[in-house]
C-alpha cells in the first residue's frame, strides 16, 4: 500500500540537500521503507545503490554533476530526488537540458513539489531550461516511470514504481515528453517464414552468427558497443558511453551475463548485428532482500546464488542492426538465431524485449509481426524551467 500523509496532521515538508553520511544512508533507505511492502517492489542490493551515488566509482561524475535532495515532514524523510546535469547529452542533442532522477516519495502531492523545485532551481542555477526525467543519470541507465503494466515485478535492470506515481508528477506540473514501450514475447518461437529469410541472408551476405566468446569477453563487448553506437545514433535522448561508462558496464555485465544469449552477427569477421539479451536476475536479486549480508554473515549473498540458478525469464535489453544492412535479412538472422539460444538455455519462463521508443515504427512494427505484445509502459516526463 502507498504511504500517504495528511497535510492536516502533518508538518509543513522542508526539503534540503543531502550531507553527510547520515544524509547518504537516508536517502538510499527511502524506497525500501516506502515500497518494500509492495509484491511486485524489487529491492535492490543497497551496495549497488552506493555505487551509483559514489563520485568516485561512477563514471558518470567525470564529466557530469548532480545534486541529492530530500524532503522531510515532521523530521522524517518521505522523498528524495538527484538533480542532474549531463553536459555530454546537451552536446550531442544541441540541447540544454537539465535532468532530475532517483525519484522516490510517498503520496504526498506537496512533498513532491518541494522535491521538483528544489531539482529545478539548482538546474536553473546550471542555466539550463528543461527538466525531464526520471533518468539516474543518463539514458544508458535506469530511466521512466512505469505507467501501464503493474501487474509484475519489472525485469533486470529496468526501474519499477507504484501505481501513484505518474498522477503524483503530472499533478507537480509536468507533462509527457516520451514513452518507452517493453514487450511481452513470451512462448515464441522463430516461424519458418523467419527461418527462411535468416538462411538467405546468412547466405547473400555471407553472414555468420555467433554467440560471445567468453575467452574473448572484452574484445566481443566492445564490437557490441560499435554497432550499439552505429544503430542507435540519432535516436531520441542517445548518448554514446564513454570508454569508461563501458568498461564499468562491462565489469557488471560479467556477474550477470550468459555468454550463449550474446549474439553477434559478423561479415568477414566484422560486428554488423548484435543482441543482448539477458537472465532476468532480478529473479535472484529480489531473494537478497536487498543485502548481500546481515550481521556480518553472507546470507543474502547465499540465497541470490540459489535463487540464481532457477531463474527462467530473459530480457532483450539491446538489438541493432548497423544501418548499411538493415532491412536485408539480417534482423532475421539475429532474432531467429536469438530464440533458439533462449529455448537451449532452458528459460521457458517468459521473456521481455525493450524498451523501445514509442515512436520507433519499425521496430515496433517487427515485434509485432513475430507476435510480441506491449506489456509495460515507461514515460519521461519533463517541464519547462
Not at 564529466?63 to 518521505?78: C, D, K, N, P, S
Not at 551475463?257 to 543482441?275: F, H, K, S, T, Y
Amino acid at each position: 500500500m502507498p504511504v500517504t500523509f495528511s497535510p492536516q496532521r502533518s508538518a509543513e515538508p522542508v526539503r534540503g540537500p543531502v550531507r553527510g553520511r547520515r544524509g547518504l544512508a537516508e536517502f538510499i533507505e527511502l524506497p525500501y521503507r516506502l515500497h518494500g511492502g509492495d509484491p511486485h517492489f524489487v529491492p535492490p542490493l543497497r551496495g549497488d545503490c552506493r555505487r551509483l551515488l559514489d563520485r568516485r566509482r561512477n563514471p558518470f561524475f567525470r564529466y557530469g554533476e548532480a545534486e541529492l535532495f530530500t524532503v522531510r515532514r515532521g523530521g522524517r524523510v518521505t522523498g528524495r530526488i538527484a538533480a542532474v546535469h549531463n553536459p555530454r547529452h546537451n552536446a550531442v542533442h544541441g540541447t540544454h537540458d537539465g535532468f532530475f532522477g532517483q525519484f522516490t516519495c510517498a503520496d504526498d502531492p506537496r512533498a513532491a513539489r518541494e522535491l521538483l523545485e528544489a531539482a529545478a532551481e539548482w538546474l536553473r542555477g546550471r542555466g539550463l531550461n528543461t527538466m525531464l526525467g526520471p533518468v539516474d543519470f543518463t539514458m544508458n541507465d535506469e530511466c521512466g516511470v512505469l505507467v501501464d503494466g503493474f501487474d509484475a515485478p519489472p525485469s533486470v535492470m529496468m526501474p519499477y514504481n507504484p501505481a501513484y506515481y505518474p498522477e503524483l508528477l503530472e499533478s507537480c506540473g509536468l507533462a509527457k515528453v516520451k514513452d518507452l514501450w517493453a514487450w511481452d514475447g513470451a512462448g515464441r518461437e522463430p516461424h519458418e517464414r523467419l527461418l527462411r529469410i535468416a538462411r538467405r541472408a546468412e547466405q547473400r551476405h555471407r553472414l555468420t552468427v555467433r554467440s560471445l566468446d567468453p575467452a574473448r569477453f572484452d574484445a566481443d563487448l566492445d564490437g557490441v558497443k560499435r554497432v550499439f553506437d552505429s544503430a542507435w545514433q540519432g535516436n531520441w535522448g542517445f548518448t554514446p558511453m564513454t570508454d569508461e561508462e563501458f568498461a564499468a558496464a562491462k565489469q557488471r555485465l560479467r556477474d550477470v551475463v550468459d555468454p550463449r544469449l550474446v549474439l553477434l552477427a559478423e561479415v568477414a569477421g566484422e560486428p554488423v548485428a548484435v543482441a543482448l539479451v539477458l537472465p532476468d536476475f532480478n529473479q535472484a536479486v529480489a531473494a537478497a532482500r536487498g543485502r548481500l549480508s546481515r550481521f556480518g554473515l553472507p546470507i543474502g549473498r547465499v540465497r541470490l546464488t540459489l535463487a540464481a540458478r532457477r531463474i527462467d525469464r530473459v530480457r532483450g535489453v539491446l538489438f541493432g542492426v548497423v544501418p548499411a544492412l538493415r532491412r536485408h535479412g539480417v534482423e532475421a538472422a539475429v532474432i531467429a538465431r536469438a530464440y533458439e539460444a533462449i529455448a537451449a538455455g532452458g528459460y521457458h519462463g517468459g521473456m521481455e524485449l525493450g524498451w523501445t521508443l514509442e515512436d520507433n515504427q519499425a521496430i515496433n512494427r517487427y515485434l509485432t509481426l513475430l507476435g510480441c505484445t506491449r506489456s509495460k509502459v515507461y514515460r519521461i516526463y519533463g517541464r519547462e524551467l
